[in-house]
Every structure is written in C-alpha cells, then in structure tokens.
C-alpha cells in the first residue's frame, strides 16, 4: 500500500517524497512525471492541448495506477484533491499526508512557468490557497508541517512512516 504525499504547487511534494524515498529505500513515483512519460508530452502542453478537464482524466488514471505499487511513495499533482475519485482511490489504498507549506513561502520560490494553473503569476498562489486548504488539511490522515528547514520536514515524514508500516 503507497503512501501519497498531497499539497500545494510547490509544498515540497517531489522533493521530499524522492527524498523519503531514497531513505526508505522504497520506488518513488511522481505522478506529473508519469503523465508527462505516458503521454509524451509536458504539463502545460497536456493544458493547452486537453484543458484542465483532459489532464485531470490523466491525472485520476496515473493515480490508479500508482495505487497498486505496494509500498511506494507517491507524489501527487496539487490538483489531486479535487476529485472524489482521486479521494476514493487514495483512503482505499494508502496514507495520505499533507505537506504543509505556509503560501507565503511557497509564493516566494515556486516556478509558476512549469504551472498552467498559475498563468505566470507566483501570486495566483493565495487565491489556490484559499480554495483547497480545507481540502487538504481536512480531509488528509496525517499534516506535516514543512514551514522551515526542508530537512525537518524530511525527518518528520521519516518518523511517521516508520510508524505505518504496514501501510508501506
Ligand atoms: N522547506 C523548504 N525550504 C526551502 N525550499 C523548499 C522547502 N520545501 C520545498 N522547497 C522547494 O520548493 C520548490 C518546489 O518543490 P516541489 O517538490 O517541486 O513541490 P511540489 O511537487 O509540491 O510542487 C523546490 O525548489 C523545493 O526545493
Ligand atoms: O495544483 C495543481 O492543480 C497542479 C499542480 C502541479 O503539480 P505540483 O503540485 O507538483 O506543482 C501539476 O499537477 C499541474 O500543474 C496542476
Ligand atoms: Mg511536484
């Protein structure tokens, strides 16, 4: 059973779920690289090309997918939580942590360029903000807070791992 890393654009969710990972000694899959490998195409093209809608389908077919990878670490799109399906998919099969980064930290380093939903503008970080907190926050298993040293936030996802491990 995986366990999936969820927040927002730029919480951390790639690097900390490699990192974990790689100290787990378990696969890692990030499931925006999966969709860019399945459909041979980038983020923003899969945008442009299907809208929204299109990459969600894409989005909810990588996540099923990824739900069968016995002990895996997953790292998901922001977008995630937006879709009952994805939910379903995700309490029937595995830990669910939120990676809690406060925005104003995010809004200072994200690369909004790789981000479709961003339109450019690292501030369109607070309007998403706004609209997903309680997704995340409320409907996620375990909140790990990742509002300073990334090491930290690394140790901490660690220690809850350790403690899950059947879902592993
Ligand atoms: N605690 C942190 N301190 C500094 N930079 C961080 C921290 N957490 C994440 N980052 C940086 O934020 C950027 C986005 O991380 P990423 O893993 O791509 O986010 P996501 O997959 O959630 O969109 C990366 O440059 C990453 O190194
Ligand atoms: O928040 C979102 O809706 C999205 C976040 C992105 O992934 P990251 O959270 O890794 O940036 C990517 O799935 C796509 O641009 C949509
Ligand atoms: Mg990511």
Redesign the pocket.
Known sequence: MPIYLT?????G??VLGRALADRLGRVFI???EE?EKTSGRS??KI?EEDG?DG?RAL?TEALRGASERTGAVV??????V?REENWRIMDDTGLVLFIDRPPERIAKD?NPG?????QGDRNKIFD?YRA?ETLYRGRCHIVIPNAGDAQVALETLVSVALEHPMRL
Request: hydrophobic letters at 40%.
């Open positions: 927040g927002m654009p730029g919480s969710k790639t990030d499931l925006d969709i983020i923003p945008f929204e990459f989005e790292s998901t799109g922001g977008g995630i937006l994200v790789h981000r479709p939903l961003l998403l997903r």
